[in-house]
């Protein structure tokens, strides 16, 4: 089975400052699916950002994007111009191409300071 | 439209009682995931159906916990006798069919207490 590994179990950062949490994961598929989902105090699960492992063009999505390495398989999140709303758990997943066996990462732990 | 709906969203219980926790996933999807979430820590894979079957079953932490959807739609986790080790936050998701690989939608959860 794959595994996905988050190796920041808690972050901080100032508001309005750039932040990058990390993500590697270890599989023998060549294709695949990667995404970032925030999980704010409401425990709701928000999905954040998507990358599809056979596009070389790392994703972005307003002020998030990726650092996709797909050699060293990494996969990690850039959030810039950080705000207070940033504040939640971040999972990093992983889904292979051809069936719906997602798993996540331990999660990292974001807090925005003011 | 309708989300995922997971019922009960609070559930207390005395330790060694059976609970039932329940997952409505979204219309249409037929992939369907339970993951759990001890306070503060990351999701832990639990199960998922592939319509009603379960290919990987390897996440359930004991021979306590079974699942079972029927229909293609609603999902049922069981945990037997209950332990105060059970407590979490269970989670349910579902996504569209094998190849779309859309994300995940999540329900709010049902947050389980052993006494």
């Known amino acids: 089975a794959q595994t996905v590994t988050q190796s920041q179990p808690e972050m901080s950062v100032q508001e309005a400052e750039t932040v990058t949490l990390s993500c590697t994961y270890d599989?023998?598929?060549?294709?695949?699916?990667l995404f970032w989902y925030k999980q704010p105090p409401s425990r709701q699960m928000i999905l954040v950002i998507r990358?599809?492992?056979?596009?070389?063009q790392n994703a972005t999505e307003n002020r998030f994007s990726v650092n996709f390495q797909k050699a060293a398989k990494s996969f990690s999140l850039k959030i810039s111009d950080s705000q207070l709303g940033d504040t939640a758990m971040y999972f990093c997943?992983?889904?292979?191409?051809?069936?719906?066996?997602?798993?996540f990462g331990a999660g990292t732990r974001l807090t925005v300071k003011p | 439209g309708a989300g995922v709906s997971q019922s009960p969203s609070n559930k207390v219980t005395e330790k060694g009682k059976d609970v039932e926790l329940r997952c409505d996933p979204i219309?249409?999807?037929?992939?369907l995931y339970w993951y759990r979430q001890s306070l503060g820590q990351g999701l832990e894979f639990l199960i998922y159906?592939?319509?009603?079957?379960?290919?990987?079953k390897s996440g359930l932490p004991s021979d306590r916990f079974s699942a079972e959807r029927t229909g293609g739609s609603v999902s049922t986790l069981t945990i037997q006798r209950t332990q105060q080790e059970d407590s979490a936050v269970y989670l349910c998701?579902?996504?569209?069919?094998?190849?779309?690989?859309?994300?995940?939608?999540f329900g709010n959860g049902t947050r389980l207490t052993v006494t």
């Open positions: 599989t023998s598929e060549s294709n695949y699916y």
């Open positions: 998701a579902s996504s569209l069919a094998l190849g779309e690989n859309s994300p995940l939608h």
């Open positions: 219309s249409g999807h037929t992939a």
């Open positions: 159906f592939q319509g009603n079957s379960a290919p990987d």
């Open positions: 997943a992983f889904i292979p191409y051809y069936n719906n066996d997602m798993r």
């Open positions: 990358q599809e492992a056979y596009k070389q």
